[in-house]
């Protein structure tokens, strides 16, 4: 098997209530990414967001997270590892050229990340942040003009994964 993860920036749109609940949150998270690499998904997040920016909860970004010192040393070195090593999207040419011409929509709202995900056919990972995530496969909308001006419109699924046991 040679799939890579995606994060899914939607599971991250609406933070934490507070720090406690974020780093629950980040726990599951790491879980969920140990359980697929060891059972075959490449140790590979994708994203084309800054997820050191990102924020877990009012005041608490993923930076913060990763060096505090409340949080288990082996899950943010795992953390830190992850996020060092993932390859910039602009060195896969297929997605960009495929992104341009396509919108991809959770629920009506644009989602890069399950797009990504789709085009690669790799497995789209998610915070553990609502109970919309608790699936494994994942139903998008992707839409796209054709050459004749059309618009085409279909529904896709998306391997997905928030929780160890998915």
């Known amino acids: 098997m040679d799939l890579d993860m995606v994060f899914n920036e939607l ?3 609406s933070p934490a209530i507070d720090v406690l609940e974020a780093r629950q949150w980040m726990e599951g998270f790491i879980g969920t990414v140990v359980s697929a690499t060891a059972a075959g998904i490449n140790r590979v997040l994708r994203t084309h967001i800054d997820m050191n920016h990102t924020l877990l909860a009012p005041g608490y970004p993923m930076a913060k997270w990763r060096n505090d010192n409340s949080v288990d040393i082996e899950a ?57 995530w608790n699936e494994h496969r994942i139903r998008i909308k992707t839409q796209w003009i054709e050459d004749n001006g059309e618009l085409f419109s279909k529904n896709v699924k998306v391997s997905h994964a928030s929780h160890s046991a998915h």
């Open 76 to 132: 943010r070195r795992y953390f830190r590892s992850l996020i060092s090593q993932y390859p910039p999207l602009e060195d896969l040419p297929k997605i960009g050229n495929d992104m341009l011409g396509r919108d991809f929509f959770f629920d009506d709202k644009r989602s890069y990340g399950f797009g990504i995900a789709y085009l690669l056919e790799s497995l789209a990972i998610s915070l553990p942040s609502d109970d919309i």
């Open 11 to 13: 599971s991250i749109e």
